[in-house]
Nanobody, 119 residues
Framework: QVQLAESGGGTVQPGGSLTLSCVPS????????MGWYRQAPGKQRELVAE???????NYADSVKGRFTISGDNARSTVFLQMISLEPEDTAIYSC?????????????WGQGTQVTVSS
């Protein structure tokens, strides 16, 4: 069972920065994609950023220009660099990594890390 561990969350003031990391418990050989979701209180979970299997990245409109997703396939690690944070970015951020095994893709999830943006 692959487990993902997120780190880097915390409380920052508006305009501040944080970098989230997501590390699996074992190496994942064939990464098909990776990304980050977030869920704020009372809101639906939304995709924040992803790296697809072809290497293309995709961002939610609300974070474009402020968040950057990157991955290190050798270490099966995914990062989310966040700058110019706004109170609206307050949420639990969860990472995922997709592993391809033959014709099937398995998605692994982290437990989530809290990001709070408040003055």
């Amino acid at each position: 069972q692959v487990q993902l561990a997120e780190s880097g969350g915390g409380t920052v003031q508006p305009g501040g920065s944080l970098t989230l990391s997501c590390v699996p418990s074992v190496h994942i050989d064939n990464i098909h994609g990776m990304g980050w979701y977030r869920q704020a209180p009372g809101k639906q979970r939304e995709l924040v950023a992803e790296i697809r299997g072809d290497g293309a990245t995709n961002y939610a409109d609300s974070v474009k220009g402020r968040f950057t997703i990157s991955g290190d396939n050798a270490r099966s690690t995914v990062f989310l660099q966040m700058i110019s944070l706004e109170p609206e970015d307050t949420a639990i951020y969860s990472c995922y990594i997709d592993e391809r095994k033959g014709d099937m893709v398995f998605r692994y999830w982290g437990q989530g890390t809290q990001v709070t943006v408040s003055s």
